[in-house]
């Protein structure tokens, strides 16, 4: 009799809820059961009816929305016309990650829970919700959660008594077999890299745009602690359209260094070619990969070798290892009693996939290939807020991007992949392509022509906004009013010309904070107080439109407290008045933010 199945059904956008589906996927395979892993929207969700046994895991991306991959999912199960017995056969459990820090903590999962009761569903479990705030991250919740499920579901359907759980050091067949090719590299062109510059319909993920890069420009002063680039493509002829608030995703690529550091350590000639095997019917390989492909290709534009790794990772590492030692110290990181020695040792100082097989150099040399895809995540596209409008320059497309480089205790300064990756670009040494595309950001804009909009955007928080001003300039909407704030005027003025030059054409008007220039620092929320009559009337009698980009850390919260002390003080409203008048203002969408950490 064919084991029963367990559908594991995942919507994640930076990669966690993929990782904790596939760590279940490989728990259930130990105990003999038959599971399969997907992303929601590659699902086909008529088929739930069908399901005797789902979990769901999902992620909450900014203010409560469900992630890319499963907005086609979420629209479905929330339809008037589902019955309340459409789900009736099945049992379900719902695993949430979210972050603390934000006001709808976990909400996708919290509803999705709810509707699937609705529908009939049986739950097995209350619905867990992991928080990336936990000193120990969502793990922390995620353990005994899933300790207590898998109870209940062997509880349903038990390991067969003569095959018994296949024990955690017993490693698992990987998904793919590298079939390495004998015949000479030259054979095994990159050329037919995935990227094309024709594309046929609009580029996506797995058709980006080669966009040739135009300028690369340093746009901060010389004294100022961040490299900030303006950069600008050159899209003519990709089929590429964006409005304001619209992002554009780049699929970045490892530095030369750490590919040849890469193979080194693990033993491997970057020029081989190979072809890969599924290892299961039904496992498409990776479409991001050519066929047949280069170790140099799979690991400069595939694997995300610079990446934090994240607990399973040691899990197949410690299986993987013939060193005594080491792999004990890799069980130690594996186990749940080890979480805290391994956030020491990985996640506060930010130690990179690369550093850790370096510090592990017995178990990584005896890494088998076949296993590769299955230990190192690939590498995510890189999402940035498009800067330009297509109004103000056709054929060109522009982002505002901060070159992240900080230091921990690890000798090496930790650095953004994509931006330094960007950064290190240099159009004028020759031609320079970058694959990309684009999608809807959080942000809309009013078509109405007279609706006025408030935008808050400190820092590269001013990005969208540049966009939104051109685009509403374009079309003859003077109603801008523009809150930002930076350091100081001389270091990190953003496109100070352009804005002065719309102040004077009657446009725009700005409100700066200049946070450094004074004793008493200054912010963007300060200034929102300072202008209150004027913030109150433009929401309240004239219909305004308020938007803030930017750092998620402190600023959205001091922002928000502003707006609900500029509604008593200039509204006359109370306490639990003004926190209600700024709900119906997130509601009607009249209050929209992009935020990242």
Not at 215 to 221: F, I, K, L, P, Y
Not at 456 to 482: H, K
């Amino acid at each position: 009799m064919p084991s029963p199945r367990l559908l594991v059904l995942f919507g994640s956008q930076t990669g966690t809820a993929q990782d904790v589906s596939e760590r279940l996927g490989r728990e259930a395979r130990r105990r003999r059961l038959g599971c399969l892993v997907q992303a929601l929207d590659s699902y086909p969700v008529v088929n739930l009816i069908n399901e005797p046994l789902v979990i769901f895991i999902c992620a909450t991306t900014g203010q409560g929305d469900p992630p890319d991959n499963m907005k086609n999912f979420w629209r479905f199960i929330f339809r008037k016309n589902l019955s309340s017995t459409s789900l009736c056969q099945m049992d379900f459990a719902v695993l949430g990650l979210g972050d603390s820090s934000y006001a709808k903590f976990n909400f996708v999962a919290k509803k999705l829970y709810r509707r699937l009761l609705q529908l009939g569903g049986r739950a097995l479990l209350p619905v867990c919700l992991g928080d990336d705030q936990h000193e120990l991250g969502p793990d922390a919740a995620v353990d005994p959660w899933l300790h207590d499920l898998w109870e209940k579901v062997l509880g349903l359907h038990p390991v067969p008594l003569h095959l018994g759980i296949i024990p955690p050091g017993v490693p698992l067949p990987s998904k793919f077999t590298l079939h390495f090719l004998q015949e000479a590299p030259s054979t095994c062109s990159e050329e037919q890299h995935v990227t094309r510059t024709d594309p046929q319909g609009s580029p996506s993920e797995l058709q980006p745009f080669l966009a040739p890069m135009v300028t690369n420009q340093r746009v901060t002063g010389p004294l100022h602690f961040q490299d900030v680039r303006l950069i600008e493509f050159d899209i003519t002829g990709s089929g590429l359209s964006f409005a304001a608030g619209d992002v554009v995703l780049i699929q970045p690529e490892n530095a030369a260094g750490h590919v040849q550091q890469f193979c080194q350590v693990l033993g491997l000639d970057p020029d081989q070619c190979f072809t890969l095997q599924p290892q299961e019917p039904g496992v498409p390989r990776p479409a991001r990969l050519p066929q047949p492909c280069s170790v140099r290709h799979l690991v400069s534009r595939y694997l995300d070798i610079a990446s934090v790794p994240r607990r399973s990772f040691f899990e197949l590492l410690a299986c993987l290892s013939p060193h005594e030692l080491e792999r004990e110290k890799l069980l130690e990181f594996s186990s749940a009693q080890g979480q805290e020695e391994l956030c020491e040792y990985c996640s506060r100082p930010r130690r990179t996939i690369l550093e850790v097989l370096g510090d592990f150099p017995h178990t990584a040399g005896a890494i088998p290939p076949d296993y590769l895809l299955d230990l190192i995540p690939p590498m995510r596209p890189r999402a940035f807020s498009i800067a330009s409008s297509l109004l103000a320059h056709p054929s060109r497309l522009q982002i505002l991007v901060a070159v992240v480089q900080y230091q921990t205790r690890l000798k090496e300064p930790r650095r953004g992949l994509c931006s330094s990756w960007l950064a290190s670009l240099d159009p004028r040494q020759g031609p320079v392509q970058v694959p990309l595309w684009v999608r809807p950001g959080g942000l809309t804009f009013p078509e109405t022509l007279d609706t006025p909009v408030i935008m808050v955007g400190p820092g590269t928080g001013v990005a969208p906004f540049r966009a939104a001003v051109q685009e509403r300039v374009a079309q003859g909407q003077t109603g801008n009013f523009l809150f930002f704030g930076c350091r100081r005027r001389d270091q990190d003025f953003y496109w100070e010309p352009e804005w002065k030059e719309l102040e004077k054409r009657g446009c725009l008007t700005l409100v700066t904070a200049f946070s450094r220039e004074q004793e008493q620092k200054v912010y963007v929320q300060h200034r929102l107080r300072e202008f209150g009559p004027l913030v109150w009337e433009l929401l309240d009698r004239q219909g305004a439109y308020f938007y803030l980009a930017g750092n998620a850390k402190y600023m959205p919260a001091d922002v928000s407290e502003a707006l609900t002390s500029i509604f008593q003080e200039e509204g006359g409203l109370s306490g639990p008045e003004a926190a209600a008048y700024l709900a119906r203002l997130q509601r009607t969408l009249r209050f929209q933010t992009e935020t990242w950490a």
